[in-house]
């Protein structure tokens, strides 16, 4: 089936200028995260959806960045007034919430192909 | 809080055996383990669930210390395939996010 599917894969923009960047899950599943990973580093976490619940902002920079995920799916990442320093690849990733022995555990996360962001 | 990983790079010849661990300040519910190769997105190799689960897919092993909050990756005969970033991602509570460590290059010569 499908997997996470990402726009556009490539994003080249000015410095000061407003992004979205867009993230189509798996469908079905609950949970969504989106991840910055800057060149030759580690995945850093953003912003986590699921399911109904409020959305765990804590890892966003600054007040620049928001996400919305409408209907449980689609989510959008903006960022606003882009600053060099928000050049990085953007990570979406879908998983499903299962119930094991001891509660909720996420299963396997599947990520997009990312979002290279330029700001020139 | 971030896991903490160990090494934060290694080089092994193709069938050599490499560990990677991941620790963690704080309790943990459950721990993954994801491989990254360059200009890829991660792919999932393994979830550890506190109580002893263990789901993946692969011929690789692992274990989780829940007293020690920490978890290891075992690559034994290792193949020039295994090549790449290795990520442990640890979840702190029921249902809770993801968060993942700086992570280990993994080199394999031949």
């Known amino acids: 089936g499908a997997g996470v599917s990402q726009s556009p894969s490539n994003k080249v923009t000015e410095k000061g200028k407003d992004v979205e960047l867009r993230c189509d899950p798996i469908?079905?599943?609950?949970?969504l995260y989106w991840y910055r990973q800057s060149l030759g580093q580690g995945l850093e976490f953003l912003i986590y959806?699921?399911?109904?619940?409020?959305?765990?902002k804590s890892g966003l920079p600054s007040d620049r960045f928001s996400a919305e995920r409408t209907g449980g799916s689609v989510s959008t990442l903006t960022i606003q007034r882009t600053q060099q320093e928000d050049s990085a690849v953007y990570l979406c990733?879908?998983?499903?919430?299962?119930?094991?022995?001891?509660?909720?555990?996420?299963?396997?996360?599947?990520f997009g192909n990312g979002t290279r962001l330029t700001v020139t | 809080q971030q896991p903490v990983q160990s090494p934060q790079a290694v080089i092994l010849r193709e069938g050599e055996d490499a560990v990677i661990n991941c620790s963690s300040s704080?309790?943990?519910?459950?721990v993954h383990w994801y491989r990254q190769k360059h200009g890829e997105a991660p792919v999932f190799l393994m979830i550890?669930?506190?109580?002893?689960e263990q789901k993946g897919h692969e011929k690789i092993s692992a274990s989780f210390n829940e007293k020690k909050q920490q978890s290891s990756l075992y690559l034994t005969a290792s193949q020039l395939s295994y090549s790449g970033t290795y990520f442990c991602?640890?979840?702190?509570?029921?249902?809770?996010?993801?968060?993942f460590g700086q992570g280990t290059e993994l080199s394999v010569k031949p």
């Open positions: 990733a879908s998983s499903l919430v299962r119930t094991s022995a001891t509660g909720l555990y996420n299963s396997p996360l599947h």
């Open positions: 469908s079905g599943h609950t949970a």
């Open positions: 959806f699921q399911g109904n619940s409020a959305p765990d």
């Open positions: 704080k309790a943990l519910y459950s």
């Open positions: 550890l669930l506190k109580g002893g």
């Open positions: 991602g640890t979840e702190k509570g029921s249902g809770g996010k993801l968060i």
